[in-house]
């Protein structure tokens, strides 16, 4: 395996790391983080991609939005991509947000989605 696809192999497996940590807040009512680690596990897939495409680091961005744009994916959910970003961001420096249940499932169930797509982007 090269080097190049070690990279690529750790960020993908940070991110599915991410991704189960998203499901266990759900499953424990942490319905805040359920948001925060949906949208690291996106980033951690966005900058594997961006790795493959350009062999560098990606910036150091927690962003999605810009993060899409970077690798040209304007297929995904934009105002998705926004909320995320939005959530990890407040989650760090606001005391007054919070998510529900239903918001926190849905979340949980849009991202699942674009990490499937991201990383069959990934994977090609």
Request: positive net charge; hydrophobic residues 40%; charged residues 30%.
């Amino acid at each position: 395996m090269s080097n190049n696809n070690k990279v690529v192999r750790a960020w993908l497996k940070r991110a599915e790391y991410d991704l189960e940590t998203a499901k266990a807040m759900l499953e424990a009512r942490r319905y805040l983080y359920v948001g925060v680690m949906a949208q690291q596990a996106v980033e951690k897939l966005f900058k594997a991609v961006y790795f493959k495409k350009f062999r560098k680091e990606a910036p150091r961005t927690h962003n999605l939005v810009y993060l899409a744009e970077l690798v040209d994916i304007s297929e995904l959910d934009l105002n998705f991509l926004g909320k995320l970003t939005y959530l990890y961001s407040e989650s760090r420096y606001s005391l007054t947000i919070s998510i529900t249940k239903n918001e926190a499932k849905e979340v949980y169930k849009k991202c699942l989605e674009v990490f499937s797509w991201l990383k069959k982007e990934l994977l090609k």
